[in-house]
């Protein structure tokens, strides 16, 4: 057949960052290594990185979740909120009854977070509310409802028990637990997005929800599924949070949400859906990881790490909305010749 | 080869009332390539939707080899074997081609994995079953449409379809491409696939369709074999109606030329349009949907400047490049869809009348309110706009009083030339009439007009004289005497 667009043949430098965005985030992070450690002797070391690791494991779990819904042209404002909510309760268990195995406590924490993941579904698909507004609505929900719950107060190390506060810092395989299980959420997420229909769903969902409906897929389910799965991440992220920090305060993770969308738009999860790979948004984190670290290494204010991070968000959308134009530009054919 | 027969008896559709399709019926065969024709809101695409379970029919029963069945949604119309490839592709652009094929039904292994090899095996069966070589793992973002549309079609075959409805399939393939289609096309009409084909050209349907059926004004006309009828014979079907003297135009004598077109080009849109429109004239623009009307119109307006070409006003050569320079040329233009672009719904009458003009109403950066109210008002009660008052909100109003409050606004900055893209789409025929007086009236007054309208009634009853485009090229042009529905027609349907 005729083919005035050959369908492999653009090799420009746009549509190799298109296709290989890891590949230029990987070369700007050993960039960034590079100029941090020649600043501070000490960021080059085995323990900073482990230290790096711990930091965006948390981070790295959401940005997934978050990386997941983004995809489907959806945001969850309220992780960080669900998150705080969990971390709280499960905390206040705790206290109660010390003797709780961690599993259970696991377990609580996942089962807490699909509730309030579904509550989010639930407004989406059956309230047909628009998922910014929605999650923005339970942001302040959850988050008032720790106040609630709480009356104000804070759960503190002295309360909870040291088996607890080993499941995120205890060691397995060589490294901290909170990195293992930031590993295998990274690995389920890989697997279900590239290799299980319902994952790969969300893809088709996310470039063309209209072509989606009409090919049989159920959108409502499928968007449904991936706030109710945003919940259990959010679940389990806010148990490890806890066991870290050995605490739980009404402003955990306060403004947390928008360093999961962050991560997630610098690693190439486009807003307009359809495009986001776990490999980019484990590095979105790393890259944000890097230079949180790095700074605070150089003891450089916070402000130039927000002002870093803003930058970087700007550069990644600006980027992708060029390279977007670009791919237009030679799509469009006229009939006018 | 497996027969199949689909067979829709006395299918009828309304929506809020209006009858899309009353008394439909339709026959479709194995081996059997069947062209759906009717002009635009004949209720082609509405009886498309019926066949593949997006609507169903009010009254009316369809069978499927004599059996009963019913199509609640398009999952039901798949697993019957009914597969749509619609004229807005329902493709993945950030799928690759193998998984855009195989979307929804992906093969799997145990554990629930998508088995890809095995994906990728079949697509490329598929694919050179239709004798089409391309990558299976290049994303559709980076094919032509032309590959898109091939993709859809594997994507039917996949399913096994027995019935394929291919909505408008050509109109944005060029003619090698077309070649390509039709050859598949004729390899599947030998497989003993049933095809409904819906296309404007009807110098196509000759090349490819055995029956055709003609819709009008959604009632059903005729079915017949192609070879027993020629090319005025299908016009005359579609158009059928008499136009009855119902359209209020003044004659007017028409002043010197306000605005002179000439040439004007945009890449992917129109080519080489030259017209002139005088004082006291109504120009009508006829031609089908997505002919490059509305396109030029809005070049003329400076919505989305032409590449090539030039624009006089009143002997000026002008250079517009926004609609406000536009205003200041004395031009208005009325748009296609009033609630996206003619109002701001959630305003009120005044605000949205006033909208074109508000430093008028300013000094000193201070908004008078009671003027813009009074004009308001006033422009509002001269186009007996139907609401409780002026600060009712836009929304609120029906088709037809939306529609004149956005001729109210146009016509309070005093146009000299009014361009009016489909100036009574959807709108109640009492309104119609109204807007047509208006229109005619506004003439009188020496206003030059340029309406777009896509009801050969219309445009017949209401032109002085009417320009016909198609495929983005002006192929008519006929004054108030000699213009005919065919002729019109067959400008509108055939590339010059």
Not at chain 1, 19 to 40: C, D, H, N, P, T
Not at chain 1, 220 to 235: A, E, K, L, P, W
Not at chain 2, 161 to 183: C, G, H, K, Q
Request: contains cysteine.
């Amino acid at each position: 057949m005729t083919t005035d667009h050959p369908a492999t043949s653009k090799r420009s430098l746009f549509s190799f960052f298109a296709q290989y965005r890891e590949l230029a985030l990987i070369g700007f992070i050993l960039l960034l290594i590079v100029i941090i450690s020649l600043q501070s002797p000490g960021f080059l070391t085995f323990d900073n990185f482990q230290d790096i690791l711990l930091n965006i494991s948390i981070l790295a779990m959401i940005a997934l979740a978050q990386g997941m819904i983004i995809i489907t042209r959806g945001i969850d404002l309220s992780v960080a909120s669900t998150l705080a909510l969990v971390a709280m309760m499960v905390s206040f268990v705790l206290k109660a009854y010390p003797e709780t195995p961690v599993i259970l406590i696991v377990l609580l924490g996942i089962g807490l977070g699909s509730v309030l993941g579904s509550v989010n579904g639930l407004i989406i698909t059956v309230g047909k509310v628009p998922p910014i507004i929605a999650t923005l609505g339970t942001l302040s929900i959850y988050r008032g409802l720790v106040f609630f719950y709480s009356n104000g107060d804070w759960v503190n190390p002295i309360d909870l028990p040291s088996g607890f506060k080993q499941l995120a810092k205890g060691m397995s395989l060589g490294l901290p637990n909170l990195v293992v299980v930031a590993i295998i959420v990274a690995v389920i997420a890989y697997v279900f997005l590239n290799h299980i229909q319902a994952g790969r769903d969300i893809y088709a969902l996310g470039t063309n929800p209209e072509a989606a409906k009409i090919s049989g897929i159920r959108t409502q389910q499928v968007t449904f599924m991936v706030y109710v799965i945003s919940g259990i991440i959010c679940g389990l992220a806010g148990v490890m949070w806890a066991s870290r920090y050995e605490a739980a305060q009404t402003n955990t993770a306060l403004g947390f949400e928008l360093q999961t969308v962050a991560a997630a738009v610098i690693g190439g999860v486009s807003m307009l859906g359809g495009i986001g790979t776990v490999p980019g948004v484990l590095l979105g984190a790393l890259l944000l990881g890097i230079i949180q670290n790095g700074l605070t290494l150089s003891s450089i204010s916070q402000f130039w790490q927000l002002a870093v991070q803003g930058f970087l968000i700007l550069l990644a959308v600006i980027s992708d909305a060029t390279i977007q134009r670009r791919i237009k530009t030679t799509m469009t054919r006229g009939f006018a010749k | 080869m497996n027969e199949n027969t689909l067979r829709m008896t006395n299918i009828s559709k309304s929506f809020a009332g209006v009858h899309a399709l009353h008394g439909v019926q339709l026959e479709l065969h194995s081996g059997e390539v069947h062209a759906l024709l009717g002009e635009n809101g004949a209720g082609k695409s509405t009886l498309v939707k019926v066949i593949t379970g997006v609507h169903q029919p009010d009254t009316g029963e369809i069978y499927l080899n004599d059996q009963r069945i019913h199509l609640g949604d398009p999952r039901e119309a798949a697993a019957q074997g009914i597969s749509a490839i619609y004229q807005e592709l329902s493709i993945f652009p950030d799928l690759d081609i193998a998984e855009n094929i195989f979307v929804g039904r992906r093969p799997t292994r145990a554990g629930g994995l998508v088995d890809w090899r095995r994906m990728y095996r079949e697509a490329e069966a598929l694919l050179s079953s239709l004798g089409i070589h391309l990558n299976l793992k290049t994303k559709a973002r980076y094919l032509s449409i032309a590959q898109q549309q091939m993709i859809e079609i594997a994507r039917a075959l996949s399913v096994n379809a027995r019935i394929l409805v291919m909505d408008e399939p050509t109109s944005a393939l060029t003619l090698n491409e077309v070649a390509d289609l039709f050859r598949i096309v004729r390899r599947l009409r030998e497989a003993g696939t049933a095809i409904l084909f819906i296309s404007h050209r009807l110098e196509e349907l000759f090349e490819i369709a055995d029956k055709v059926t003609v819709l009008r004004d959604g009632g059903y006309v005729d079915t017949r074999s192609m070879d027993g009828v020629t090319q005025e014979d299908l016009i005359r079907m579609m158009v059928g109606r008499t136009i009855k003297d119902m359209f209020p135009k003044k004659e007017v004598e028409a002043g010197e030329v306000i605005l002179r077109v000439k040439n004007l080009t945009r890449k992917g849109s129109f080519k080489d349009v030259s017209f002139e429109l005088r004082k006291g004239e109504i120009l009508g623009m006829a031609g089908l949907v997505g002919a490059g009307r509305t396109e030029v119109s809005q070049a003329i307006f400076g919505v989305a400047p032409a590449d090539e070409g030039t624009i006089e006003i009143e002997g000026q050569s002008v250079h517009i490049t926004n609609p406000g320079q536009a205003m200041q040329h004395g031009l208005a233009l009325v748009p296609e869809d009033r609630q996206h672009h003619g109002l701001v719904l959630p305003m009120d009458i005044t605000d949205n009348i006033t909208l074109p003009r508000l430093t008028h109403f300013t000094s000193r950066g201070w908004l008078n309110v009671k003027d813009a109210h009074g004009a308001a008002y006033q422009a509002a009660t001269q186009m007996q706009v139907k609401a409780t008052t002026v600060w009712q909100k836009a929304r609120e109003l029906s088709g037809g009083n939306q529609q004149k409050v956005v001729l109210a606004k146009w016509l309070s900055t005093n146009p000299r030339i009014l361009i009016l893209d489909e100036p009574t789409r959807g709108i109640d025929i009492g309104t119609k009439a109204e807007v047509h007086h208006l229109m005619s009236d506004l003439a009188a007054q020496g206003i030059a007009i340029l309406m777009i309208s896509s009801e050969l009634p219309e445009v017949l009853g209401m032109s002085d004289r009417i320009l016909v485009m198609h495929e983005g090229q002006v192929t008519g042009l006929f004054s108030r005497s000699e213009a005919t529905q065919e002729k019109i027609m067959l400008a509108a349907t055939q590339a010059v």
